[in-house]
């Protein structure tokens, strides 16, 4: 993700973002939780786990956006902020999950997201004035982080990030 220039959005926007980058990385996490649930089970349930709290962070933000601004959130078109989220696209689900070094592709994939995620909350964080949005923001950048360790330790497990 390109770093956005946070001084150009309001605060409205942001937290339409934040619900974006939620719905994204729950939808990533899903797919990859589907592909690996035969070939390695435990990984496919910790990314299905992850993929539920996604679900929630998204609707705790749903729910903040309705209690500031009223109504549901019309998500924010990529042409007025580009480079937000990086579209992921799986080309062969089923030659993807067969090749071994594939596993750790895909926590590669899914430690890079969650690295995208805190960093956009620490930058909502900082860009915020407001004291509630402020500790909401720092909040899930803390529980993104949470997540990278997650999927640092699975890493780790296979090799790391490194081994062939
Ligand atoms: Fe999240
Ligand atoms: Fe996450």
Same mark, same amino acid.
């Given at each position: 993700?390109?770093?956005?220039?946070?001084?150009?959005?309001?605060?409205?926007?942001?937290?339409?973002?934040?619900?974006?980058?939620?719905?994204?990385?729950?939808?990533?996490?899903?797919?990859?939780?589907?592909?690996?649930?035969?070939?390695?089970?435990?990984?496919?349930?910790?990314?299905?786990?992850?993929?539920?709290?996604?679900?929630?962070?998204?609707?705790?933000?749903?729910?903040?956006?309705?209690?500031?601004?009223?109504?549901?959130?019309?998500?924010?078109?990529?042409?007025? @902020?580009?480079?937000?989220? =990086?579209? &992921?696209?799986? %080309?062969?689900?089923?030659?993807? *999950?067969?090749?071994? #070094?594939?596993?750790?592709?895909?926590?590669?994939?899914?430690?890079? @997201?969650?690295?995208?995620? =805190?960093? &956009?909350?620490? %930058?909502?964080?900082?860009?915020? *004035?407001?004291?509630? #949005?402020?500790?909401?923001?720092?909040?899930?950048?803390?529980?993104?982080?949470?997540?990278?360790?997650?999927?640092?330790?699975?890493?780790?497990?296979?090799?790391?990030?490194?081994?062939?």
């Amino acid at each position: 993700m390109s770093r956005m220039n946070f001084s150009e959005l309001t605060p409205e926007e942001v937290l339409m973002l934040a619900i974006d980058v939620e719905a994204s990385n729950g939808t990533r996490l899903r797919t990859f939780a589907e592909l690996f649930a035969d070939y390695t089970p435990d990984v496919a349930k910790l990314f299905a786990e992850m993929a539920d709290e996604e679900d929630e962070h998204k609707g705790q933000l749903e729910a903040t956006y309705e209690r500031r601004f009223g109504g549901v959130p019309q998500k924010v078109s990529e042409e007025d @902020v580009p480079n937000v989220i =990086e579209a &992921f696209e799986l %080309d062969d689900g089923e030659q993807f *999950v067969f090749n071994a #070094m594939n596993l750790r592709r895909a926590l590669q994939i899914v430690l890079a @997201v969650e690295y995208q995620a =805190e960093s &956009f909350y620490w %930058d909502a964080c900082s860009s915020t *004035v407001d004291p509630e #949005m402020r500790e909401l923001y720092r909040q899930l950048a803390e529980f993104e982080n949470g997540h990278m360790t997650w999927i640092e330790r699975r890493l780790e497990g296979i090799g790391g990030w490194y081994k062939h």
